[in-house]
């Protein structure tokens, strides 16, 4: 039994996808940085009215991101039900790891010196600071860490 071209494929077309995926968050979160560093440094002062517009559209990218990935996954893979598991677990998997912060973590690892904040360093502006009055770089890691989790249980639904 051997591998087969149909499965070099198939595993080129899932790379592609994890890859391309993985380079979006990673560009959203440079287009984060240069507005909550970058543009503060030509005198942008933090405000909740255009900071929560701006969090919307963010969050929205996503959303519409995700649903366009899946959508053009099913539309490129036969249109079977089994193409349409797969676009929705890959839409939801955006969705989930957008939720879970992962734009956030790379905002700091990648466009902010390399590594997250001390545990001391409050994550205020992230919804769940309001929700439990306290957030930090564990708490994130925690999220994200049950967000991963989630992801993979889906996808071993989805392919199983």
Same mark, same amino acid.
């Given at each position: 039994?051997g591998?087969?071209?149909?499965g ?16 979006? #968050? +990673?560009?959203?979160? /440079? ?9 503060? !440094?030509? $005198? %942008?002062? @933090? =405000?909740?009215?255009w ?11 996503f ?7 899946? #959508? +053009?996954?099913?539309? /490129? ?9 797969? !676009?929705? $677990? %890959?839409? @939801? =998997? ?38 439990? !009055? ?27």
């Amino acid at each position: 039994m051997g591998f087969g071209l149909a499965g070099f494929g198939a595993v080129l077309k899932c790379s592609g996808l994890v890859f391309l995926i993985f380079l979006f #968050f +990673v560009l959203m979160s /440079g287009l984060d940085f240069i507005v909550h560093r970058v543009l503060y !440094g030509y $005198g %942008l002062r @933090f =405000s909740f009215d255009w900071a929560s517009f701006y969090w919307a559209v963010y969050g929205g990218v996503f959303t519409v991101f995700g649903f366009a990935v899946g #959508f +053009v996954y099913w539309l /490129g893979s036969g249109r079977s039900c089994e193409s349409a598991k797969v !676009g929705l $677990g %890959l839409f @939801f =998997s955006v969705f989930l790891l957008f939720l879970g912060g992962l734009t956030d973590v790379f905002w700091f690892v990648f466009w902010d010196g390399g590594g997250l904040p001390s545990a001391e360093v409050a994550w205020w502006w992230m919804p769940w600071f309001r929700i439990f !009055g306290f957030w930090n770089s564990y708490a994130q890691l925690g999220l994200l860490a049950v967000a991963f989790l989630v992801v993979c249980v889906f996808w071993f639904f989805i392919l199983r």
